[in-house]
């Protein structure tokens, strides 16, 4: 730990008190318009689906509301200590991936908010999922808070360790799903962490195409799966035809480097249609491509739209004239071992930013509906522990180091933190579900009718 990191970081205390980071503000927002600002660049019809996936319980709403919270924190003081954030650290955009020597990783797996910001925002926003996700599983209070607690103590352990490293042990440090099975394959949660596991290991790009893809008229051709993938016609709104993605695959080559390049030259366009895909990503140009290199080598890519951070709206906008780029970039700093085909370009047709990357590639993620308590202790720990890596590789770890300190007084207040906050979710949550009983936000009208009755709605869609 460098001495002048770590004086910076306890200096940064007099900016904002650790105590005072368990501090929640209420300006009177109404989540609800905050919500419809950023459905601004959103498909229109997709918005019924995206507010369905959200009403189905106060965690799924979390989910989709990273404009809201980002809101929220953007009224409290701050350290003044800086990252890469992931700008949408919940415990779902935690997950396993491959890496490139064929390993399985467990890593943050969704930049689309990354932003430069205060460390603690990412930490505050994992906490206060774990809460939710706690009270989801019908937890006891103290053991949601155990869980939660567990993470903001993963967080600072781990950023003790790693503000005594040199900078290339950070840089090359990862976390092997091998090492983390072990702590999770006990009680309730041992079969589906190891069904999870599995599936995983199973999800490559040959697996993608056997589910994804179907020979017509002895071509191959993605299959149609609505509203999840669609065909989209050249007459739609959205602009997309196959001369203009052939287009932007030509663009998105010049993004990536010289031996990528290489690589992608073997692949010839076959298709593309429309994906849906996640919660708060639902309304967001979402695209499927399948290209391959013979009629046994198919590769299929995600071509997924980038707009602003909602970080943007309250902290220094990035740097990059492209938010795919924006995307790419952030990632490349955040995880230990990204994709190897990320790349980005922008439609010249329509202005909209897109990032690449392939489609599955060892994705996955563990269940947190199948915990047992003790199981989201270690899970929320993991988590806190590789957001700790990841803000070490772009920040000061010593800085940072210096300001949590060795106690546990700002595992308190983050504990706190995120116990108002997912109080204050569970509100916005019923104001979402009363709107949509009352038609006053798109949603299809099964849920409204469910949402109205008091009948639960459904588990979010698959995405």
């Given at each position: 730990?460098?001495?002048?990191?770590?004086?910076?970081?306890?200096?940064?205390?007099?900016?904002?008190?650790?105590?005072?980071?368990?501090?929640?503000?209420?300006?009177?927002?109404?989540?609800?318009?905050?919500?419809?600002?950023?459905?601004?660049?959103?498909?229109?019809?997709?918005?019924?689906?995206?507010?369905?996936?959200?009403?189905?319980?106060p965690f799924s709403f979390f989910r989709?509301?990273?404009?809201?919270?980002?809101?929220?924190?953007?009224?409290?003081?701050?350290?003044?200590?800086?990252?890469?954030?992931?700008?949408?650290?919940?415990?779902?955009?935690?997950?396993?991936?491959?890496?490139?020597?064929?390993?399985?990783?467990?890593?943050?797996?969704?930049?689309?908010?990354?932003?430069?910001?205060?460390?603690?925002?990412?930490?505050?926003?994992?906490?206060?999922?774990?809460?939710?996700?706690?009270?989801?599983?019908?937890?006891?209070?103290?053991?949601?808070?155990?869980?939660?607690?567990?993470?903001?103590?993963?967080?600072?352990?781990?950023?003790?360790?790693?503000?005594?490293?040199?900078?290339?042990?950070?840089?090359?440090?990862?976390?092997?799903?091998?090492?983390?099975?072990?702590?999770?394959?006990?009680?309730?949660?041992?079969?589906?962490?190891?069904?999870?596991?599995?599936?995983?290991?199973?999800?490559?790009?040959?697996?993608?195409?056997?589910?994804?893809?179907?020979?017509?008229?002895?071509?191959?051709?993605?299959?149609?799966?609505?509203?999840?993938?669609?065909?989209?016609?050249?007459?739609?709104?959205?602009?997309?035809?196959?001369?203009?993605?052939?287009?932007?695959?030509?663009?998105?080559?010049?993004?990536?480097?010289?031996?990528?390049?290489?690589?992608?030259?073997?692949?010839?366009?076959?298709?593309?249609?429309?994906?849906?895909?996640?919660?708060?990503?639902?309304?967001?140009?979402?695209?499927?491509?399948?290209?391959?290199?013979?009629?046994?080598?198919?590769?299929?890519?995600?071509?997924?739209?980038?707009?602003?951070?909602?970080?943007?709206?309250?902290?220094?906008?990035?740097?990059?004239?492209?938010?795919?780029?924006?995307?790419?970039?952030?990632?490349?700093?955040?995880?230990?071992?990204?994709?190897?085909?990320?790349?980005?370009?922008?439609?010249?047709?329509?202005?909209?930013?897109?990032?690449?990357?392939?489609?599955?590639?060892?994705?996955?993620?563990?269940?947190?509906?199948?915990?047992?308590?003790?199981?989201?202790?270690?899970?929320?720990?993991?988590?806190?522990?590789?957001?700790?890596?990841?803000?070490?590789?772009?920040?000061?770890?010593?800085?940072?180091?210096?300001?949590?300190?060795?106690?546990?007084?700002?595992?308190?207040?983050?504990?706190?933190?995120?116990?108002?906050?997912?109080?204050?979710?569970?509100?916005?949550?019923?104001?979402?579900?009363?709107a949509v009983a009352a038609e006053a936000?798109p949603a299809p009208q099964a849920s409204?009718?469910?949402?109205?009755?008091?009948?639960?709605?459904?588990?979010?869609?698959?995405?």
């Amino acid at each position: 730990m460098t001495p002048v990191g770590y004086e910076l970081g306890r200096s940064a205390r007099t900016r904002v008190s650790r105590s005072a980071q368990a501090e929640l503000t209420d300006d009177g927002r109404n989540p609800l318009t905050l919500l419809a600002a950023a459905d601004e660049h959103r498909l229109r019809e997709l918005l019924p689906l995206r507010y369905e996936r959200m009403i189905a319980s106060p965690f799924s709403f979390f989910r989709g509301a990273a404009t809201v919270m980002a809101h929220d924190l953007a009224l409290l003081p701050h350290s003044g200590l800086f990252v890469q954030a992931g700008g949408n650290a919940h415990l779902q955009n935690f997950g396993m991936s491959g890496t490139p020597d064929r390993r399985l990783v467990f890593d943050q797996n969704d930049f689309d908010e990354t932003l430069e910001a205060p460390f603690e925002w990412d930490l505050k926003r994992l906490v206060s999922s774990v809460i939710l996700a706690g009270r989801a599983n019908r937890f006891k209070n103290g053991e949601a808070s155990a869980a939660a607690a567990g993470a903001a103590a993963g967080y600072r352990e781990a950023m003790s360790e790693y503000a005594t490293k040199r900078a290339l042990e950070v840089w090359y440090d990862r976390v092997e799903v091998d090492d983390i099975v072990p702590l999770l394959k006990r009680g309730r949660s041992s079969v589906p962490t190891l069904q999870a596991v599995q599936k995983a290991r199973s999800r490559d790009h040959l697996s993608a195409a056997a589910k994804l893809t179907e020979r017509v008229d002895g071509e191959w051709r993605l299959r149609e799966d609505p509203p999840l993938l669609t065909h989209v016609p050249d007459t739609s709104d959205e602009g997309m035809d196959e001369e203009l993605v052939r287009r932007c695959i030509r663009e998105y080559r010049q993004t990536l480097p010289a031996d990528r390049r290489v690589l992608l030259d073997r692949y010839t366009f076959v298709d593309f249609a429309r994906k849906v895909v996640g919660v708060g990503s639902v309304g967001s140009r979402c695209w499927v491509v399948l290209l391959a290199a013979s009629t046994n080598d198919p590769l299929l890519l995600q071509v997924k739209e980038a707009g602003q951070s909602v970080l943007e709206w309250h902290l220094t906008p990035s740097p990059y004239r492209n938010a795919g780029q924006r995307v790419v970039e952030g990632q490349r700093l955040i995880q230990a071992a990204p994709d190897v085909l990320l790349g980005w370009f922008r439609d010249p047709a329509a202005g909209h930013d897109y990032y690449v990357r392939q489609l599955w590639d060892a994705k996955g993620s563990f269940d947190t509906s199948t915990f047992d308590a003790a199981g989201l202790t270690k899970y929320a720990r993991v988590c806190g522990r590789v957001l700790a890596r990841a803000h070490a590789r772009s920040g000061d770890p010593a800085a940072i180091a210096g300001y949590i300190g060795q106690g546990d007084r700002f595992d308190r207040s983050m504990l706190k933190f995120g116990q108002a906050y997912a109080d204050r979710t569970e509100a916005d949550h019923a104001l979402l579900v009363e709107a949509v009983a009352a038609e006053a936000m798109p949603a299809p009208q099964a849920s409204a009718r469910r949402a109205s009755t008091g009948v639960p709605v459904d588990a979010p869609l698959r995405a």
